[in-house]
T-cell receptor
Framework: DGGITQSPKYLFRKEGQNVTLSCEQN?????MYWYRQDPGQGLRLIYY???????QKGDIAEGYSVSREKKESFPLTVTSAQKNPTAFYLC????????????FGPGTRLTVT | AQTVTQSQPEMSVQEAETVTLSCTYD???????LFWYKQPPSRQMILVIR??????QNATENRFSVNFQKAAKSFSLKISDSQLGDAAMYFC??????????????FGKGTKLSVKP
């Protein structure tokens, strides 16, 4: 089955620790995205990548980092510099052209205490 | 910059009835795409329906249809014969037809739909 996987579903960390969220897709999509969702908010774009070995900052990139070494994978690291890391994180992917509709993974709920 | 506004934070509908969720957007572009996504309690985002701005015909997917008014920059979602499984957050999203960062999705803040049995 083609799709997007995110792991783990729930993640707990102590303040001051970096944590990496996994995102893998087997849809042969060119572009991948990371979003953050907070209660009462829409989705806010953290980082995106349209091709391997290249990525750009979204609207709220501070305190986050990414890599895109393979087409299928786009891990997100939440660093200790992120002031309010507790949130729901969604990964998405799409083809670069045309409608470019994005398909989403199941998300990771990160709690930092 | 483009913006998407969903003016109804919450809506409620009786099972089997019809409900319409509103979405307006602001853009100076003539070519773009519009989407409705559903996020049920599982929090998995699911694409419900899509509309290309150059198409005058409103998109339809089974019980879901849109009313696309390009001049008014309005893109409402109509759900017919509402079912309990339709209860979810619904997000409207805009995407420019141009490439680069302009091609990223811009989301509204969502409308929470409740379905009463």
């Amino acid at each position: 089955d083609g799709g997007i996987t995110q792991s783990p579903k729930y993640l707990f960390r102590k303040e001051g620790q970096n944590v990496t969220l996994s995102c893998e897709q087997n849809l042969n999509h060119d572009a991948m995205y990371w979003y953050r969702q907070d209660p009462g908010q829409g989705l806010r774009l953290i980082y995106y990548s349209q091709i391997v070995n290249d990525f750009q900052k979204g609207d709220i990139a501070e305190g986050y980092s990414v890599s895109r070494e393979k087409k299928e994978s786009f891990p997100l690291t939440v660093t200790s510099a992120q002031k309010n890391p507790t949130a729901f994180y969604l990964c998405a992917s799409s083809f670069a052209g045309g409608l470019g509709e994005q398909y989403f993974g199941p998300g990771t709920r990160l709690t930092v205490t | 910059a483009q913006t998407v506004t969903q003016s109804q934070p919450e809506m409620s509908v009786q099972e089997a009835e019809t409900v319409t969720l509103s979405c307006t957007y602001d853009t100076s572009e003539s070519d773009y795409y519009l989407f409705w996504y559903k996020q049920p309690p599982s929090r998995q985002m699911i694409l419900v329906i899509r509309q290309e701005a150059y198409k005058q015909q409103n998109a339809t997917e089974n019980r879901f249809s849109v009313n696309f008014q390009k001049a008014a920059k309005s893109f409402s979602l109509k759900i017919s014969d509402s079912q309990l499984g339709d209860a979810a957050m619904y997000f409207c999203a805009y995407r420019s037809a141009y490439g680069g960062s302009q091609g990223n999705l811009i989301f509204g803040k969502g409308t929470k739909l409740s379905v009463k049995p």
